[in-house]
């Protein structure tokens, strides 16, 4: 049976229900796609961008407290961050539900402007 994304270190029910919208259904799959990745199937999926959300994942990830991102470390997850904000707000499916945006992403449709 598959680990829930809850196992993970920072991570709750209402972590493992905004993945779960995105498509990620299990630990292991997150621990598969990353940090970057994983926060970027959340951002496409609707859920609204916020820094803590992002670093308290990545610290999870890395199996530390949420609260030991500091200083340059924290700085340079920003930067990451908003990236993937500017990644995110750029691709065609943008904003629909995880599983809308895929089925329509392997149909080939694209957004309108």
Known sequence: MAEPVS????L????????ARAGIHSAEELRAL???????????SG??????GYYVLVMGLQGRPWNDCKGDEKKALRVKFDALKEAAAHAPLAG???PLARELD???VVARK
């Open 47 to 52: 859920t609204p961008p916020h820094f803590i």
């Open 34 to 44: 990353g940090a970057d990745a994983a926060y970027l199937a959340l951002l496409k």
């Open 7 to 10: 196992s993970i270190p920072n």
């Open 12 to 19: 709750g029910p209402a972590s493992e229900a905004a993945f």
């Open 106 to 108: 392997l149909l080939g």
């Open 96 to 98: 629909l539900p995880g």
